[in-house]
C-alpha cells in the first residue's frame, strides 16, 4: 500500500472564538502533510454552537482554502446513559470532549474507563490530556468515590493517592518544623502557623526546615 492511499488527521479543541489561533491551522496541517506525505484533514472540537460556527469559516491563506471539519454540541449526542456508553466508547469520548460541562455526561464517561472496554487506558489518558481543568478535577473526584473495582486503576485515582501521600509528607515536616520552632522558643503567630501548616509544597517545607536551626526569627525564615 502505497502512501497515498493514507489518510491523517489533524485534531484540535478549540475553547473559544475570535482569537487568531486559527490561523495556524493551515500551519499544523501543511507541517503533518510535509511530515507524512499524505492528505491530511483538519478536525476541529468545539464545546459550544458559537464556536462551532466560527471554526467552521473557510481559511484562504493565498495559496489555498482550508477548511475545517468542525463537531460541536449540535453533532454529538450529549451521552449520559452508561450503558451506551459502554456499548459506544469512542462516540462517549467525544461527547465528553464537546459537553465537558455537563456531569451527566462525565459521569458516564468514567464507564468506558473500566477495564473490560477495549483501549479503556487510552481512553483515561485522553481525557487527561484533552478535558478542560474543571472536568478533571470532577473526573478526579468521581474515581475517588465510586464503588467500582476498576476505579483504583485509572490515572486519575492514582494521581489523587499521590497527591494525598505528598500533602502527608508535607504536613509531617511542617509539624516537625514547628517543633524545631517551638524548642527556640521563637515566636509564632497564628499566621506564622497557618502558613506552615497550609504549606503544600514539601520543597519549601524542607528548605525552612533546613535553615530552622539558625534563623533569628520565624519572620525571617518566611521572608
Known amino acids: 500500500m502505497g502512501k497515498s492511499q493514507y489518510r491523517a488527521l489533524r485534531r484540535l479543541h478549540q475553547l473559544g472564538a475570535g482569537d487568531s489561533k486559527h490561523l495556524t491551522w493551515p500551519h499544523y496541517v501543511i507541517a503533518l502533510y510535509r511530515r507524512l506525505a499524505c492528505p491530511v484533514h483538519l478536525l476541529v472540537l468545539c464545546p459550544t454552537t458559537t464556536v462551532a460556527r466560527w471554526a ?33 466508547p469512542d462516540l462517549m469520548m467525544l461527547s465528553a ?98 502558613r506552615i501548616l497550609g504549606c503544600d509544597d514539601g520543597q519549601q517545607i524542607q528548605n525552612w526546615l533546613t535553615r530552622a536551626a539558625s534563623v533569628p526569627t520565624v519572620e525571617d525564615l518566611l521572608t
Do not use: C
Not at 69 to 79: L, R, Y
Open 97 to 194: 470532549m464537546v459537553h465537558h460541562h455537563n456531569r451527566a455526561v462525565l459521569r458516564a464517561l468514567t464507564r468506558i474507563f473500566a477495564a473490560d472496554i477495549p483501549d479503556h487506558e487510552l481512553y483515561d489518558v485522553l481525557s487527561r490530556l484533552i478535558l478542560p481543568k474543571s472536568a478533571r478535577e470532577y473526573l478526579e473526584e468521581l474515581m475517588t468515590t465510586i464503588n467500582f473495582p476498576w476505579a483504583d486503576d485509572t490515572e486519575y485515582a492514582q494521581e489523587q493517592r499521590a497527591r494525598g501521600e505528598a500533602r502527608g509528607k508535607a504536613e509531617g515536616k511542617a509539624e516537625a518544623l514547628l517543633t524545631v520552632l517551638e524548642s527556640r522558643s521563637l515566636t509564632i503567630t497564628d499566621t506564622d502557623r497557618a
Open 56 to 88: 467552521a469559516t473557510p481559511i484562504d491563506f493565498g495559496a489555498g482554502t482550508l477548511t475545517p471539519t468542525v463537531i460541536g454540541p449540535d453533532t454529538i449526542p450529549a451521552i449520559a446513559e452508561p450503558d451506551t456508553a459502554r456499548e459506544l
